[in-house]
């Protein structure tokens, strides 16, 4: 088995010389690099990073629709939590008489979730790109790399989730709630099949909670680049106050409030225990936060991160992939990159 793992080379540690610092578009002469310039997509992206999303992308589609096909279903090695625990709690007691019939809300809060909040982004940054890509017009300034940064985002994402659920099989709350009285009585959580989802795929995906990452990892991307413009683009003469309140704040309440939404939900429907909202949740704040500021500069402007200070005709890489000895004897691949 081919192991992958992860290497931070000493640059990354704040360590430094000419070639482990960052270059940004500030920090790059003004007479080598118009203003007003666009900044190439090059310039921000490595082909290995865009190879390697690409490439996840495609792997990460393919596991979630036929995943049970090519590498079947996983056993069930994630037990669920014990009887009385925070984690059994957290499902159980927030819906004891469940009705599963009876979506949260009516179904709004998941629809919005997941699929309108990423189908919306996808759409936005997707159309945006296209336009700038394939005629001269800039509908969206920097929406290239807008789209291809939240690319980045949603492809770890789901490539994490989708390969821990193909890799600790957990059943869900309404499965492991399930009865059929009289042979199977229901007791105080048991849910009778005409309350119940019937038998299905997912069964047994329980961990992580995927909708709740996509969901945190596209709104909280939108939250920084939305929170960006506002603050040094549409309020920039504002005063401090209004771009704090009316830049900072007020697009956090719907976007994180949206995820927070997103999570409860999950839980009421019993689609998920505690610990995999949790999980899902941070994987998705870590790869929305990740990805941005890898690609933003902290005035929400594209990073130059490819070019040379020194020369700036060259473009150098911001990632490397390096054999690896692992600890148990095996040979993997390690990947080492700077920010």
Not at 63 to 78: K, L
Not at 210 to 228: E, I
Request: hydrophobic share 40%; charged share 20%.
């Amino acid at each position: 088995m081919t192991t992958v793992g992860v290497a931070i080379p000493a640059a990354a540690q704040g360590g430094g010389g000419d070639s482990g610092e960052r270059v940004s578009a500030a920090s790059v002469d003004a007479d080598d690099i118009d203003s007003e310039e666009p900044v190439p997509v090059m310039d921000n992206f490595t082909v290995g990073e865009l190879v390697l999303t690409g490439s996840f992308a495609v792997t990460a589609a393919v596991i979630g629709y036929w995943g049970e096909h090519i590498v079947g279903f996983p056993d069930e090695s994630m037990k669920p939590p014990e009887p009385g625990s925070l984690d059994w709690e957290a499902s159980y007691e927030l819906r004891p008489d469940a009705d599963l019939e009876k979506p949260f809300l009516g179904g709004v809060p998941d629809v919005m979730a997941d699929p309108f909040s990423i189908v919306g982004a996808g759409v936005y940054y997707g159309f945006g790109a296209a336009g700038t890509w394939f005629t001269d017009a800039d509908w969206i300034p920097d929406t290239r790399h807008e789209f291809l940064a939240y690319a980045g985002a949603a492809t770890w994402t789901q490539i994490f989730v989708q390969g821990l659920k193909f890799s600790f099989g957990r059943k869900r709350p309404y499965v492991v709630r399930r009865c059929n009285p009289p042979e199977d009585p229901c007791g105080k959580y048991g849910i009778p099949p005409e309350r119940n989802v019937d038998p299905n795929r997912q069964d047994i995906l329980a961990f992580p909670g995927g909708h709740t990452a996509s969901t945190a990892a596209t709104l909280s991307f939108v939250y920084l680049d939305l929170s960006d413009y506002l603050v040094y683009d549409a309020l920039a003469d504002s005063s401090d106050s209004t771009r704090f309140w009316v830049g900072r704040v007020l697009p956090f309440i719907p976007t994180y409030g949206l995820i927070a939404l997103s999570f409860y939900d999950r839980l009421y429907e019993q689609q998920h225990w505690l610990s995999d909202q949790v999980v899902g949740t941070i994987a998705g704040l870590t790869a929305g936060n990740v990805f941005y500021l890898l690609h933003f500069d902290d005035t929400g402007a594209p990073r130059r991160e490819n070019r040379d200070a020194d020369d700036g005709d060259d473009v150098i890489s911001d990632s490397t992939v390096m054999p690896v000895l692992m600890q148990d004897g095996q040979v993997g691949a390690g990947w080492g990159f700077r920010w």
